[in-house]
């Protein structure tokens, strides 16, 4: 198998364990905040509030001067994996 294949796998597991623990939050958020025992680990579920800045409004409320000014571009290296054949 080659390193394409590797990693081609390695990021479909990554995809389905980030699924399964994403159900797992979803259980502990359900029960409330509040913290949990388990075994070898335990779990504190938070609720608290975050401020964010929303680009969209953004751009809807302020010029395009602005939104230059306040943008950073910076360059980016990715690798991009697609099954084949399918």
């Known amino acids: 198998m080659n390193i394409i294949d590797n990693l ?3 990021n479909q597991q990554i ?11 979803a259980e502990l ?10 075994v070898n680990f335990m779990a504190e579920v938070q609720h608290y509030d975050r401020a964010t800045i929303s ?5 809807e409320l302020a010029d395009e001067a602005f ?13 991009v994996v697609k099954r084949v054949g399918l």
């Open 8 to 10: 081609g796998i390695i």
């Open 15 to 25: 995809k389905e364990l980030e699924a399964t623990a994403r159900k797992l939050k």
């Open 55 to 59: 680009p969209d409004l953004v751009r």
């Open 29 to 38: 958020i359900a029960r409330g905040v509040g913290e949990y025992q388990g």
């Open 67 to 79: 939104v230059s000014s306040v943008t950073q571009v910076k360059a980016v290296d990715a690798v």
